[in-house]
């Protein structure tokens, strides 16, 4: 099989990424298009990536003869119309998460991917395509750990990270915390366990950030969680990590537990001054998750030459955002929420 052709849209904070990674870093792949309502974007993605059609209307990029899949990465209240386009379109999917914010539009959009199985749809929840994240889910698939009883996870960006945030959140709604941050960890809650969510907690305070009150965000939460066979599991989830971009994975067993990231450390250099003994912390997501960027884009890749169903599809993308949406309704009711 020839080139994959590839359209993205958005080409922001993460958008950029997906785009240099089509474009020069996954074999098979070819970018050439882009789609986005920034100018400057359009121009760095001529520039810089090679890409030879630009839009700032995504109906006109799908209409183009020269795509066989697009990649979106437009914010999270377009992805279902944007979906559901494409593959009417005939084009392979990949889309990042969460895959909507409202399970209607949700529900509906799987009932059109599932209309068209010849085509590829890819969720992106790329720590699933972290290679630590891969060695702790062979332990546990292995029986390692025993039986899981309890799951701590930790999804707190930098605080350095609030400024590009709260632009984020002015231009479109993020879905709030739970279904922007802990949708992953909502994930990986689920893929560890292979098993539902069935009731949550879940709670938040703006301290550090109380100007979030306005834009109806949160700045940290938490949640305490049930699953179908009485696993546990706690989630924190936040926007105000002083010392960079903390994601830890926290996996207790009957027979052991493991930790992934138990520090966010940003490689194996340890610094000795005036400051003590310092690991340096990785600071951001494309920092961090690089490798997974590129792991999922290649195994998107390789789905549509080897007509291979990905990993994660439309049905961890409905669960993920009903539980995500039972957090923020527990936070806004102060009850327990049962996930339907
Ligand atoms: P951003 O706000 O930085 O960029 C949005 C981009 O979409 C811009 O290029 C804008 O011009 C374009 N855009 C907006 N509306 C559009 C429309 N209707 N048609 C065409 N283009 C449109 O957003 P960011 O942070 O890059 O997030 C994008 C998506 O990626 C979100 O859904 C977010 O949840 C997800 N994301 C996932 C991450 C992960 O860890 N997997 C990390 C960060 C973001």
Known sequence: MNEIRVGIVGLGRLGKAHA????????GAKLVAACSFVEDELEYAKR????????????????????????IVSPSGYHPEQIRLAMKKGLHVFSEKPIGLDIEDIEKTME???????QVFQLGFMRRYDESYQYAK?????????????????????SSGMEGFVKFAQSSYSGGLF?????????????????????????????????????????TGAAMMQLEDKTMAILVAGRNAAHGYHVETELIGTKGMLRVASAPEKN?????????VVRPTSQNFPERFRDAFVNEMKEFISCIKEKRRPEVGAIDGLQSTKVAI????????????EVK
């Open 20 to 27: 240099t990674n089509i474009a020069q870093n996954v074999p």
């Open 268 to 276: 194996l250099v340890t610094i000795f001054d005036e400051n003590g």
């Open 179 to 219: 279904s922007d941050m802990s949708i992953h960890d909502i994930d990986l809650v689920r893929w560890f366990s292979q098993k539902e969510i069935s009731r949550v907690w879940a709670m938040g305070k703006n301290a550090a950030y109380p100007e979030l009150d306005d834009l109806n965000e949160l700045e």
């Open 326 to 337: 039972a957090c923020q309704q527990s936070v806004e009711t102060n009850q327990i929420v």
């Open 138 to 158: 062979r332990m546990v698939d292995e029986g390692a750990l025993g039986e899981l009883t309890v799951i701590r996870c930790y999804g707190i960006d930098p």
């Open 48 to 71: 810089e990536l090679g890409v030879t059609e630009t839009y700032t209307s995504y109906e006109e990029m799908v209409d183009s003869p020269n795509l066989d899949a697009v990649c």
């Open 112 to 118: 059109v991917i599932q209309a068209y199985p010849e």
